[in-house]
């Protein structure tokens, strides 16, 4: 027996009207407060739950940084177009250029191996491997070569969705 | 004369690079060894990170053998940044 059909019982009987009893109003009371304090308790929980995410995951939001990059005429759209602009580029020397060449090929191979279902690495490992390695790209550049400095600031997060994805991916990089 | 001494700098260059940072590294390593160079690129002290931490997305505390300490961040023009 459910609380509802007790109180129904009780307020049947005959010859006595249980409704404006303390015991029942008491009752009555409850079963219209136990709907509202679940569902207000879910809506607790969830506030805390996406709380604790936000503070766990650095990931879960978009990127804070980089929302005021300069606009630039010709833009650099895939990892292959930065790749080339390192390569012309005089603020970086010759040794430099071939250990970024040789980073950037070890980040692909890493993605690489992710999407064919290598867990070495998670995906969040992977976006904290690829924003410390543009964070060293800009690093050469920000202050020797304005230009590309500016299309890779605009690049940073189109790029990252190539790497994510596995289709864009397999697309840029098979 | 000239193309060949570039030449076999460009081929001693390669090969010096391609003994270092094996694959094999694990995903602390590679962050330290970037946030290093990074943190060195702008003339600061740190030749090797004791421990990093992120603290959000473009955002690094950063601990060296040398015992500074850094924030490392992307500013929103992608500029990046050290704080002591």
């Known amino acids: 027996m459910?609380?509802?059909?007790?109180?129904?019982?009780?307020?049947?009987r005959p010859g006595r009207s249980a409704i404006g009893t303390p015991l029942v109003e008491k009752t009555l009371w409850l079963t219209k407060m136990v709907p509202a304090v679940a569902v207000f308790s879910?809506?607790?929980?969830?506030?805390?739950?996406?709380?604790?995410?936000?503070?766990?995951?650095?990931?879960?939001?978009?990127?804070?940084?980089?929302?005021?990059?300069?606009a630039v005429e010709e833009e650099i759209v895939d990892l292959s177009m930065l790749a080339q602009g390192l390569k012309d580029s005089k603020a970086v020397g010759l040794i430099e250029k071939i250990r970024l060449k040789k980073a950037i090929d070890g980040l692909i191979?890493?993605?690489?191996?992710?999407?064919?279902?290598d867990r070495r690495f998670s995906m969040g490992e992977l976006q904290q491997q690829y924003d410390v390695l543009l964070m060293r790209i800009a690093s050469h550049l920000q202050h020797k070569d304005l230009l590309l400095h500016q299309q890779l600031c605009n690049a940073w997060e189109l790029i990252w969705q190539d790497l994510?994805?596995?289709?864009?991916?397999?697309?840029k990089f098979s | 004369m000239r193309s060949g001494s570039l030449f076999i700098a460009a081929v001693m260059a390669?090969?010096?690079?391609?003994?270092?940072?094996?694959?094999?590294?694990?995903?602390?390593?590679?962050?330290?060894?970037d946030l290093?160079?990074?943190?060195?690129l702008q003339d600061l002290p740190c030749e090797k990170v004791l421990s990093w931490s992120?603290?959000?997305?473009f955002n690094y505390q950063v601990v060296c053998e040398s015992g500074h300490e850094y924030v490392v961040h992307v500013s929103d023009e992608g500029h990046v940044n050290i704080a002591d």
């Open chain 1, 2 to 12: 459910n609380l509802r059909t007790h109180v129904k019982k009780i307020t049947n």
């Open chain 1, 42 to 70: 879910g809506l607790v929980w969830m506030g805390v739950s996406t709380q604790a995410h936000t503070a766990v995951s650095p990931f879960s939001s978009h990127a804070e940084a980089l929302q005021q990059c300069p």
């Open chain 1, 109 to 117: 191979s890493r993605f690489s191996a992710y999407h064919v279902g």
């Open chain 1, 164 to 171: 994510e994805n596995a289709d864009r991916f397999s697309e």
């Open chain 2, 14 to 33: 390669t090969l010096l690079v391609a003994c270092e940072q094996p694959e094999s590294q694990g995903h602390e390593a590679i962050i330290a060894k």
């Open chain 2, 36 to 40: 290093a160079e990074i943190i060195s």
């Open chain 2, 54 to 57: 992120l603290q959000h997305r």
